[in-house]
């Protein structure tokens, strides 16, 4: 037979185009419209509809950059319209969108005009029901368009000026469509529906398989059929030519698919946050309506903070999804305040994420979310899998992995094992996306994608348009439809995650098993992009730590009153700011700048609550006590506690050395030659130097920073060939401020200032660097380095409620790919019997390699820290400006040194006037036993809440006990509820504990 395949594809693709999509609507007319302009920021519905409306022209251009319009539309459905069998009503509203994008331009939401919202405008969901409008014939009602401007520019990655409202300018970047009356033919969109799936599929099957040719013959009847010239009138003739093959059964071994309705709206990312809440009140409302006309339509939600935010400022929609989640259509998944970061969230702000976002859910919807759903996020901290457990969830979501450039992870469906030996049931979706439109594309790639196939059968799809996209359409549930039984294609059931992870659990019980984090080779500049935000994240942290346990310490000891609702309020907008997009840096300007006034407000509220709370502790007195909120002893203050601190030593002393400075306080000596590098650091104790011989520390690095793409996000390792080491200095000087030695380095990192202040304080075993920087360079990378003489095969990194080894050396494609890896509070790399611990203040980001020394056979371990970035994309001004970070390198230090050195760094000595100490709520007897949060409980019942992981990565045994009248302790979970710990036996008021290496453990002190 000749080959006329082309013929009939290129034949049946103009048909589709010219044709058939045409005659979905073969009737309109143009509605009327008036608008009125809100003069700056969005404002609510009832108060836009009293406004003076003035006639609008149709076509007209509108929409300076983050500007509203409001619509009116008017008019009278022609007689006659609508009332076929298979006709309907409904109003088509085109804003002037891109049918390239489904999200990530301009938006609009209907409204009736009593207030209430219909559904959302999108560029590819551009009708609203007449029937939606409870008007009759009547047409009258409002749009609310949004001009977000398209900051995605086709994925160029150009600088921009329009991520921030000072930037953008005022020109016009939308010209409105057609918007009119439109009378919608049943029978020819279904037809429109079997054709999209049927090609769709076809053109994913083997050419040799008889079931393509099948596909194409049906095609190519139903075009034979059909009246181009009354599409129509023979719709149901060609819907007639192809039931024959839609009805032909899949496969027995066919892959099964649960699709899920989802849309992906980041909270902030190309536009700022208040425009998220609309996003999510348009995509919200389209949900809703869509399963009020198909009862199967099941949606997953994430984010208990979007939920928050309709619940407040859109009570009438809230109150629809409420009866949607009582009717399992609406289903919460993820259990999370926002689908955070974890590389970079602290411990107690990831346990934070858990119990806000699950209590939100309970409280409001009666459920529990038994998944945590992160499909966007960049890499999983290996502290994950406990967290997870330890909030009462079990399986867990992402699909971001496999966006990996080198290496592709071996399963699909598999137990992931954390630090502490948790293993959590987990699942990447094998479509490798999670705005999927069940193509056939998509659906054969999910099948011939997954990995475990012969063992498992079942895998996950999330579908409809997320970022504005307004959700599933019911073009994707035509398609799930057609696709739940159909020859050549995986079977699509729809359904929730978790009937998703139930079914995938039961038949794959045999799992394999990944260990450690899940790293994503890809993103690492997000471990460093705008040092402002990860420094309010940082200080934010330690803040809150610091106000509950003063607050919760003055509840018990002078009957303070707890602000509970006010520190709820303040984590939860510390949570927020944890967003994947946000902490990360990889959002516009205007994001970012209102993360700043975010971090400084947190700052005033805490700094104001802890002095409260102290003052109300300590009572009014002119006595100097030092409040410890570290876990662990400082200047004569047990942790916890405060009491008059006691002077740590002699002061350090500064010596002249060749043009350079030795720093030595008895404890350790440091050696600052004349460039300002540190060219030796010894510990008395030891006396061994831990710098390289000819090698130094303190070694700032200016590398060129100009990724393939995603600029805020990525450092490519091409960086390393691009480097000037800053060894001139301006000035070289010498401080004496207090009881510190302090060296004064100045110089210049290309244009910017830079100055260094080395100190050594007394009795202090580790060196302090703090690095101020007026920032003005241009995609650059800057490093701060410290060669050691170290043979580390690993290097320990700070994570949640732990840390985490990663190797030195690249044996294999695996480790190459981790050339940039994420810290907390410290580093650490040793040998057998020696080691250095490197802390910072903000700094995530940094890089350890090894060499060996042809002159005396000894390895150099190379620490480096990234200290700032300037990427150009998203924020063309990223990182810009002053900044300060302080680093300090210890040497001889032992892990648990690392731990210590980490808190001493991060929760700055606390002063203040008082009468009297107060001491500590408990106390424990092992300091391998790290209590990273003490608060009350979370009910009101007064109970001290005690947070507790052995840190070591060691077994480790103590005592946690109450120093207050406890009438007993049991162990909880993340959310305050009962549940069994192992290695915990209860004494009374104390708790003796025998942990697993890096075991968290929630304790309730019953008062």
Known sequence: MHDDRRLTEVRLDRFVRERLAPAVYPRSVPLTLSSWDVPDEPVPALEALRQEFTPQEHGAAWGRPWSTKWLRLEGQVPDGWGTAADTSVEIIVDLGFSSDLPGFQCEGIAWRPDGTIIKAISPRNQYVPLKLLGSGMAVDFYVEAAANPDLSQGWTFAATPYGDKA???????????????????????????????????????????????????????MLDVMDPEDVPGTAAAGREALAGVLARPAYASAHHLTATGHAHIDSAWLWPVRETIRKCARTFSNVVALMDEDPGFVFSCSSAQQLAWIKELYPELFGRIREKVKTGQFIPVGGMWVE??????????????????????????????????????????????????????????????????????????????????????????????????????????AERNYRDHGRGTTSLVPFGYGDGGGGPTREMLAAARRTADLEGSPRVELGSAASFFARAQAEYETLPVWVGELYLELHRGTYTTQAKTKLGNRRSEHLLREAELWCATAAVRAGYSYPAAELKRLWRLVLLQQFHDILPGSSIAWVHQDAERNYAAVGKQLEAIIADAAGALLGSGDSDFLLNAAPHGRHGVAALAAAEPVPAGEPGLVTDAAGGYILDNGVIRAVINADGLLV????????????????????????????????????????????????????????????????????????????????????AESLTITTAVDWQEREKLLKLGFALDVRADRSAAETQFGHVFRPTHLNTSWEAAKFEICAHRWIHVAEPGYGVAISNSSTYGHDVTRTIREDDGGTTTTVRLSLLRAPKFPDPGADRGRHELTVTIRPGASI????????????????????????????????????????????????????VYESLGERSAGVVAANFDASGVRTVDLLERPAAAAGVTPHGDSAELALRPFQLVTLRFVR
């Open 167 to 221: 930037t953008s300018g005022d020109e016009p970047k939308y010209r409105l469509g057609r918007i009119a009356i439109a009378e919608l033919h049943q029978t020819v969109w279904e037809l429109h529906q079997d054709v999209w799936t049927l090609s769709g599929l076809m053109h994913e099957l083997p050419m040799e398989l008889p079931r393509r040719h099948e596909i194409l013959r049906a095609l190519e009847r």
């Open 340 to 445: 955070s970061d974890t590389n970079m969230p602290g411990g107690e702000a990831m346990a934070r994420q858990f119990l806000e976002g699950k209590s939100f859910f309970l409280a409001e919807f009666g459920v529990e979310c038994e998944e945590a759903w992160l499909p966007d996020t960049f890499g999983y901290s290996a502290a994950m899998p406990q967290i997870v457990k330890a909030a009462g969830s079990k399986w867990f979501l992402t699909q971001k992995i496999s966006w990996n450039q080198v290496n592709r992870m071996p399963h699909h469906t598999f137990n992931w094992e954390g630090i502490d030996g948790t293993r959590l049931f987990t699942h990447f979706p094998p479509v490798d996306s999670y705005n999927s439109e069940l193509s056939g594309r998509e659906l054969a790639h």
């Open 680 to 763: 030796s650091l010894a510990d008395h104790a030891s006396g061994r130097d831990a710098i390289a011989p000819g090698q130094f520390g303190n070694l700032l690095e200016l590398h060129r920073d100009t990724p393939n793409e995603w600029d805020a996000w990525d450092i490519d390792a091409f960086y390393r060939r691009n480097v000037v080491e800053l060894t001139g200095v301006r000035s070289l000087s010498v401080e004496h401020p207090g009881r510190d030695a302090v060296v004064v380095v100045e110089r210049l990192a290309g244009t910017s200032a830079v100055t260094q202040r080395i100190s050594l304080g007394p009795g």
């Open 896 to 947: 648990a040194d690392a731990v210590q050195e980490g808190y001493r760094t991060n929760l700055a000595p606390r002063v203040v006037k008082g009468a009297h100490g107060a001491l500590p709520l408990v106390t424990v007897s092992n300091p391998a036993l790290v209590v990273e949060a003490v608060k009350l409980a979370e009910d009101g019942s007064g109970d001290v809440i005690v947070r």
